[in-house]
């Protein structure tokens, strides 16, 4: 039986094609196996590309690349990776796979160089994980395109058998595995995992995808490590296709006010979004999200009220009110007359074709128009960021929406919530909680929701609750005026999706550590061994009677440690920077 073993530092894959002509990938670290051997192959509305396969060459080269990304983790990256082309046929139909090993993972995708339009009918990819391995899962509704929901933990073996979204993580032994996929078109479909108790199969939303040859499948994403690796990892954007805007200097992340999850009826009221916008200028926010209700007679009034004080503003838009060209001439242009910076399309609710057709479409639109852009109610983001740099956050979560104040209305997550986000989701890319909720139906004291202004990245980061909760936490609202939101440098110190994380975020000379815990009171060592050498003023945000935060600095040293005590479900921030000598 043909096998093939490619490696890079630690992974190695070994790929097999049996006597059947069927292909099989394992995936080991440092020996260990992570993956077991896994189906891969295709099925064509004119070949089953599954079996019956015979090999008809190999070639391999080296890939090197640098690269920068407006918003994320970091935004200087280096990719560093062996890839290998292996080519099958049967009969008369050749099938080209790709293969990558390196930057922390294993990706592959298929290649299918026909002549003519290529059918895809059924994906055979599948991820057979040791049964005893941990699992931390999303539940994905089909029908709602729905990554809204609560992560499930419990092992492989214990799942329940159904479809769950990407990105999903597992942990056997010391090996933590998270998988996902990168670098989606209009020329596929996004895709979920269906277990059947044994495997994760591929499973694709539409009964067939179609696209001119060569068809070409998004990366079958694996990043492998301590957990450390996968928070830290940019694999998803290093496989996604190179930046389509050459000049990015238009595109600025940073802080916006929001004002329909504390006040519903204030995005119809000019007067209301004129204050909110005093607010925003106040605090150094630099931007205003106008929510559904806003109104065309009065906007161009607020976005010229807001530019003469340094705000800009959002719209929000039903996708299907941008759904066609005409409309992208007609409100996407009118809207950047006005003066508008960006757009929040909202209901995208598709991981189909057509749907990745329209994203291709609007993304192409915006860029053309200067237009940052938000997506909400729909799919993740799978490397997006770095291909469309105006392309500042995502949803495709069950964020504080869920949980606005109402009277009688029960907690309705754990803080184990909070956790599993930082370790899945918000792996996969920019993730629009909209945090920061303090009059929140919430089960985690006021310092661990603070903490989620570091915790959770978004270049967009949308502050949720109302003017007055803010003003009435003014050691909160000093923080949420410096805290940035986007990145240079990213470092998880310790951390557990269902027990605590201490994450460490660098902007330019600074560092920010978010800390938040599920479950007793304990007290948490943050090792300063990421700051340079020298003495750093740490302010530290933290928790105080009353559900309220205490402001408070201190001067550390590189190297050192701070031992700080947190309350049940709590946490803290500190803010650090380089004092004089």
Partial sequence: MPNWTLSDEDLEATLALSEAGELTLEVRRAGQVVLEPSRLGLRTAHADLSAGLEFAGLSERRIEESYLTVT?????????????????????????????????????RYSV??????TVTEEISEYVVPGNARAVLLPYENGRCDYEEIHKHSTVADAEPILYGYPSLFQTGADWLLITESDLDSGYAGSRLRFDGRSFGLDLPDPYVTSASPIVTPWRTMIVGDLATIVASDLITSLAAPSKVEDTSWIKPGAAAWSWWSDGPSTRDLEAQKRWVDFAAANGWPYLLADAGWNKEWMPELIAYARDRGV??????????????????????LWKEWGAVGVKIDFTESDG?????????????????????????????????????????????????????????????????????????????????????????????????????????????????????????????????????????????????????????????????????????????????????????????????????????????????????????????????????
């Fill in 113 to 118: 160089p026909w002549t003519g339009p290529v």
């Fill in 353 to 581: 074709q057509d749907r990745m057709r329209w994203f291709d479409s609007i993304l192409a639109a915006t860029a053309r128009l200067r237009l940052m852009v938000v997506f909400h109610g729909g799919t993740i983001p799978r490397g997006t960021e770095r291909t469309w740099p105006q392309f500042m956050t995502a949803e495709a979560v069950k964020g504080a929406e869920w949980i606005k104040p109402k009277p009688g209305k029960q907690p309705l997550y754990q803080p184990e919530h909070y956790l599993s986000l930082a370790f899945t989701r918000n792996v996969q890319g920019p993730m629009d909680f909209t945090p920061c909720t303090f009059t929140g139906v919430r089960t985690i004291t006021a310092g661990f929701e603070l903490a989620l202004s570091v915790i959770f990245e978004s270049g967009v980061q949308h502050f949720a609750d109302g003017i007055e909760a803010y003003e009435a936490r003014p050691e909160a609202l000093r923080l949420l005026s410096a805290v940035p939101t986007a990145w240079d440098d990213t470092v998880l110190l310790s951390g557990d999706p269902a027990d605590h994380i201490l994450l460490a975020r660098r902007n330019g000379g600074e560092w920010y550590v978010g800390a938040g815990v599920a479950g007793e009171a304990r007290t948490l060592t943050v090792p300063l061994d990421f700051l340079d050498e020298g003495e750093w003023a740490a302010e530290i945000y933290r928790d105080a009677p009353g559900d309220r935060i205490l402001a408070e600095t201190v001067t550390v040293s590189a190297g050192g440690k701070l031992d700080l005590a947190v309350p049940p479900n709590g946490g803290f921030t500190l803010h650090l920077r380089k004092e004089e000598s």
């Fill in 72 to 108: 994320g983790k970091r935004r200087e990256h280096r990719y560093a990776a062996g890839e290998w082309t292996l080519s099958f046929t049967k009969a008369d139909h050749r099938f080209d796979l790709q293969v990558r090993v390196g930057g922390h993972g294993v990706a592959y």
């Fill in 312 to 333: 800009g503003v959002w719209l929000w838009s039903h996708w299907q009110h941008v759904d066609t060209e005409l409309e992208h001439r007609e409100k996407l242009a």
